[in-house]
């Protein structure tokens, strides 16, 4: 949903490089960080030539380059996933709050994509249906989560790497797929769908209407 085919190489091949590079070189740190590091400049480089946006490719490598840091720094293998678990588990209380304070991110992400900027929130049925299916995508954070923080404090490496392929594009793929079961259920019959949010109109004598008649906001 946020980055396609694209996204999820770029999330999954340098972790796989980092731990191949690691076992290959005896568990070696520098031996995964620079297998890590040359693979996220190739996959930029890639994307750049491909007419990417710099900004996105370059933030997809500088997230690399922090992780190599980080599991240098600490002289800990394991500490190369660090950004995930963290970035995870933020992830799933972001997902939780904009659900709460009735701004489902699913919502604002599909509204972006499809233009249609905030209209999607004045349907109610619109905004039930993606504070509903929001709850599934927080679940996908929570469940790398409760994956990733045993196997990290385990100072499981390569289970941790085969986690981070296994839960990124196949969970995202399901993720998509049961989301858009949810909404499609929770949207009335006859609701002409998410292209086209159902925003009531005002009615006389309500508070819009008066204020539209008397020029008042």
């Not at 659900?99 to 991110?105: A, C, D, E, F, S």
């Not at 509903?132 to 990290?152: E, G, H, I, N």
């Not at 399901?174 to 019959?189: E, G």
């Amino acid at each position: 949903m946020l980055g396609g085919r694209r996204g999820a190489v770029d999330a999954t091949l340098p972790p796989v490089a980092f731990t191949a590079g690691w076992l290959l070189g005896g568990h070696s740190i520098w031996a995964g960080v620079i297998a890590a590091v040359v693979t996220g400049t190739a996959l930029a480089g890639w994307r750049l030539r491909r007419g990417d946006r710099p900004r996105s490719v370059l933030i997809g490598l500088l997230a690399v380059c922090v992780a190599a840091l980080i599991a240098l720094r600490t002289g800990r293998a394991v500490d190369f996933f660090l950004i995930q678990v963290v970035s995870n588990a933020a992830s799933a209380l972001a997902w939780v709050a904009s659900i709460v304070i009735r701004w489902p991110l699913l919502g604002v992400v599909v509204g972006i994509a499809l233009g249609q900027r905030t209209r999607w929130r004045r349907d109610p049925a619109l905004l039930r249906a993606y504070s509903r299916a929001s709850w599934f995508w927080a679940a996908t954070y929570a469940l790398r989560v409760a994956v990733f923080v045993p196997l990290y404090y385990g100072g499981q490496v390569v289970a941790l790497a085969a986690a981070r392929l296994a839960l990124t594009w196949p969970l995202v793929a399901t993720a998509l797929a049961v989301s858009w079961w949810i909404i499609r259920r929770s949207l009335p019959a006859g609701h002409p769908g998410i292209r086209h949010p159902v925003v009531p109109t005002a009615t006389a004598g309500s508070p819009a209407e008066t204020g539209r008649l008397t020029g008042t906001v």
